[in-house]
């Protein structure tokens, strides 16, 4: 699975010499060698977008990030390596299976191949392009997925390091289902985004946060890419996915509990659900997919008060407390909710509409507020 | 002999119940059910490694009163039992119920 197996595409990230080599030979060659080790070096370093981290070295040669403005303003190739796998049937032991579209390849014909592929790109893309965070570890992680994994299997997972989807079609999804959301993609990345920053843990409070993280991100990469605003979203998690007799969608953010019959979660902390974290599969690790529609609600509800771009008005305050290192691993409702109206202040200002819409959210599911916790 | 099968977690977050007595089975899908079941081993695996895993618990109550029973996360099934999860989760013989 490691990208060196794969038929290696000419991109900067696998041709550039080491940037130690080149300085050296910048430093000691003759001109006409320095000057194309110089050129390469800092063609490396805008491909990697990192030029504000390349001051020192930009000022050992008397320049200035300004002197970098001569390379393309858009260099191509920027992000990693997307790759999609056909599993054809085979379970964990078969993972990958056998590569189908690379990074430069045209569409497969294959929905599932060319859906994984296009969700993966714009998760990525909404990462970098909004909030400057280089893949899901944010240190430029290829984007490996997996499709036809299974027989008509029910489910998408973030293995920890690539995307896996079965077919649905076993009951609950839909066949195709599952890459046909750009929510659903987008949600199962974002637990890569929250192992490599939060990695809040997997049960009770903690796990009802990353799941309501994953599902924040997963609405706001489809809102962005699909011009939604947030006074008019119907803050719906995978709709239109499961089999109809099912309902219409696997989360309401704004209404949890009106997803689908069935649908359990609470609306806010008054209904809260609470479950052992143990070993028994009915309890959800502590109910993480369940108690998740509190602050999925939170979230929503600000969202929806201040109406707009919800992934540019409120998305780079959760997203800063999801990775500004802040947030405890263990943390519950309110350590998350005293952070993001910090982060909000911070950004906006004590006593900011964006501010107060955040205080508005939470106090919207009965979450207490406590004061600055910094 | 009944067999459940308690499938939860998954990206839906669903409970799925889904449960099958030997006895409203016809004779060729009767002994299907027994051979999964004797090629079962009841002990529990590990618990789902990934977030939106799904989480299983199979139990299988005898005629005789006697109860086994295995709770194991997504690719961690003991020897049989994913087979055997599979048979009555996806078959067309289980009665299926969603919820806790
Ligand atoms: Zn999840």
Redesign the pocket.
Known sequence: MSSGTLTVVNRCRCTIAPPSLLLAVAEQGDAETRDAALRTLLTSVALRSRRSSFGPTLRRFGLSPADLDFLPAQAPDTGPENTVYDVAGGEEQALPGRLVRGTTDPPTGDAAVDEAFDGAAATADFYREEFDRDSVDDRGLDLVSSVHFGQRYDNAFWTGDQMVYGDGGGGVFVPGGLTRAIDVIA?ELT?GVTQFSAELEYRGQSGALN?SF?DVFGILVKHRAEGIDAASANWLIGEDILEPSLGGALRNMIAPGTAYAGDDQPADMDAYVDLPADDDPRNDNGGVHINSGIPNRAFAEAARALGGDAWETLGPVWYEVLTGGELSRFADFEDCAALTVAVAGERYGGGSVEQDAVRGGWEAVKVRLRPDPR | MRVTVVRSGG?AGMVLTAEVDDADLDTPAAAELTGLVDACEFVDGAPSAV??GFGYELSVARDDGSVARARFGQGAAPPGAGALAAWVLDGPHARRRMGR
């Open positions: 949600h637990h799941e994953s | 990206v977030a939106d």
